[in-house]
Structures are given as structure tokens and as C-alpha cells.
């Protein structure tokens, strides 16, 4: 019944912003963890960042400071604002929802993929130089 779908994906140089979403259908996004996550050719995918139902935000140490996630209730939307983009970024952005229902989660719980059981088609970010 869930279905997500990332958009907002594209080709920036180095140091410009980007912003993608993920829009859910079949599920209340402020009711769950949805993380985002990230693989670039050749490497795992990866934990980027996530944000749990009490509107904490987790982030890995190699966005921190750079990218902001954040949801919008009303359009049922969860948003990753990406700054200061680099090469390293360039990746496959993906977003995932949990069916974790507590109101708080933990990194442990967040960055670990075996967490989420929803995962939407990925979108392109390519950083050129």
C-alpha cells in the first residue's frame, strides 16, 4: 500500500544547493522514520540523513552542517535541503520509511538499512567540478 517517490534530483556544480523530496501515498510520513540514503557507482549505498516522528533530525558526519532534512505535515512530503554540494555527493538519493511507530529513534536505528521496509525509486544528483 506505500509508495514513495523521490524527486528534485539533477546536475549543479560544486558548492550550489539542491533540494529533493519524497512524497508517500498509503502512509502518514509524521507517523514514521524516513530516512535518506545515498549510493554512488561502485560503493554501498549509505546513510545520509533521517528524521523520526518527534521531528529529530540525524545526519551523517559527512553532510553534517551541509544538508537540513525536514517535513512538511501538511503536504505529507519529507525534504532533504542539500548546501555546499561537492563531487562526493553525486549518488543515487533514495528515501526509505520505517515502520517504527515509538516517537523517538536513535542513529543506531536510523543509519542501519534493515530499518526501513519502504524504499522509493531514487533520484539522480550529479556534482560536476
Known amino acids: 500500500q506505500v509508495q514513495l517517490v523521490e524527486s528534485g534530483g539533477g546536475l549543479v556544480q560544486t558548492g550550489e544547493s539542491l533540494t529533493l523530496s519524497c512524497a508517500a501515498s498509503g502512509r502518514t510520513l509524521r507517523d514514521r522514520v524516513t530516512g535518506w540514503f545515498r549510493q554512488a557507482p561502485g560503493n554501498e549505498r549509505e546513510f545520509v540523513a533521517a528524521?523520526?516522528?518527534?521531528?529529530?533530525?540525524y545526519y551523517a558526519e559527512s553532510v553534517k552542517g551541509r544538508f537540513t532534512i525536514s517535513r512538511d505535515n501538511g503536504k505529507n512530503t519529507v525534504s532533504l535541503q542539500m548546501n555546499g554540494l561537492e563531487p562526493g555527493d553525486t549518488a543515487v538519493y533514495y528515501c526509505a520509511l520505517s515502520p517504527r511507530t515509538a516517537f523517538f529513534a536513535s542513529m543506531s536505528y536510523v543509519t542501519a538499512q534493515k530499518s526501513y521496509e519502504t524504499w522509493g525509486p531514487g533520484t539522480q544528483v550529479t556534482v560536476s567540478s
Open positions: 528524521i523520526d516522528r518527534s521531528g529529530g533530525t
